[in-house]
């Protein structure tokens, strides 16, 4: 009768060197696949966060537009006054504004006016609220900066003649002074140019 075998061949080294490198290869993909996908959960997260900043910034420029009141300010000097809407496209701020709908939660003392100016430098749109309509040298306003990457900003207004103006209040009018100080303009076009989205207008009816 002849003996059994053994309890079997035991792994060789050249099996055991296979096992591993095929071992290494799997794990070296499983890491490339989940870094890829860590990479596009990333990418797609900042995406999401721009678009957020793009679309709050529309938001507060319609909602100041939407709300002009025909309230003119007195220069910060306190020689003259400066209209409820100014806009010249030559100098660093764009456009300044006197807007109703100023929430006033707390209940403080003032009115529910307020003068915010917008302002485009260093490819950067930044908006600032005065805490007072008729403000001094001294006054400090809010700073806020609505969007980054901004290339270029473009405003027009339109007049009562349905004809786009750059300037505001229109150069050239025959309104009385008094009235050119109270004037603003049917509707605004935004025209932004951004870096990822490329070019967005928004056209914004200004109330009678």
Do not use: C
Not at 13 to 31: R, S
Not at 96 to 105: A, D, P, Q, V
Not at 170 to 199: C, H, K, M
């Amino acid at each position: 009768m002849s003996r059994g075998r053994g309890h079997g061949r035991g792994v060789t080294l050249i099996e055991l060197l296979v096992a591993l490198f095929v071992t290494a290869i799997m794990f070296a993909l499983g890491y490339g696949a989940i870094t890829q996908a860590l990479d596009n959960r990333d990418r797609v997260r900042g995406q999401q966060q721009r678009l957020n900043e793009l679309q709050r910034a529309v938001r507060v420029l319609t909602q100041d537009f939407a709300q002009a009141a025909p309230r003119p300010v007195r220069d910060a000097i306190g020689t003259g006054a400066e209209p409820a809407f100014v806009a010249d496209p030559r100098v660093t701020t764009l456009v300044s504004l006197t807007r109703g709908g100023y929430g006033n939660f707390a209940g403080a003392q003032r009115p529910a006016l307020q003068r915010v100016d917008y302002l485009y430098e260093n490819q950067t749109l930044v908006r600032t609220a005065w805490p007072v309509l008729d403000r001094t040298q001294s006054t400090v306003p809010l700073r806020r900066v609505l969007l980054k990457q901004v290339r270029a900003v473009k405003l027009r207004y339109l007049d009562a003649n349905r004809e786009w103006r750059e300037q505001w209040p229109p150069p050239g009018s025959s309104l009385p002074e008094y009235r050119q100080l109270r004037l603003r303009p049917v509707a605004v076009e935004i025209t932004l140019e951004t870096e990822d989205f490329g070019v967005i207008t928004r056209f914004i009816e200004v109330p009678g």
